[in-house]
């Protein structure tokens, strides 16, 4: 069994009601080492984003409709930024602390958050590892930017 930190109190209700909706899944980043591929963008993503953003990333998974807002197509994130992959936008929007701090309004997970508490457990509860976390988001950019459609 996963222990839950008091995170949630900060990250307002919409990510809880993410959490009620079960969108995140409950095993851990650790535990799903010895399945193989933890850690790429790829694996990464299937777990933890395609749930909503769909499994090619066309914003068609099957947790979408919990939202008020549809997530968003990535498969376009170039073609809509004058056909530039956005990548230290979307280090930005992914990580979500530096947005949280502005306004909580935000329906996506902080995946920033998540990573760090991640990484805090993997060390037994001693203090997280912020590389892991800034490696993780990175890998997913790279998973992101093979998406682009051209
Ligand atoms: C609970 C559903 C949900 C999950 C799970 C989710 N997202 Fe999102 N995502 C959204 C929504 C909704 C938005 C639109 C902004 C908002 O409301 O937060 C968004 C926005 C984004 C954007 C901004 C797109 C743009 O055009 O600016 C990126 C990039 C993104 N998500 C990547 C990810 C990645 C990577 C993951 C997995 C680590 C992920 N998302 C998991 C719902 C989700």
Redesign the pocket.
Known sequence: MTHWRPIWSFLGAPALA?VLLG??PSQSFSQDESAGGAGTGEH??RL??S???GEGGRGD?P??FG?S????D?TG?SL?NGGVFPRE??QA??DGRETLKNHGD????V?GLWFKMEAEEDLGGAEGDEGTVQRRITA?IDF?ETLQSP
Do not use: S
Not at 69 to 72: H, L, N, T, W
Not at 106 to 109: A, D, G, L, Q, S
């Open positions: 993410v969108v995140l990464d993503f933890y984003c749930n909503c953003h998974g947790k979408t939202l807002e549809p997530a968003p990535l994130l809509r936008r979307l929007v992914i935000r329906e996506m997970p995946w997913l992101l």
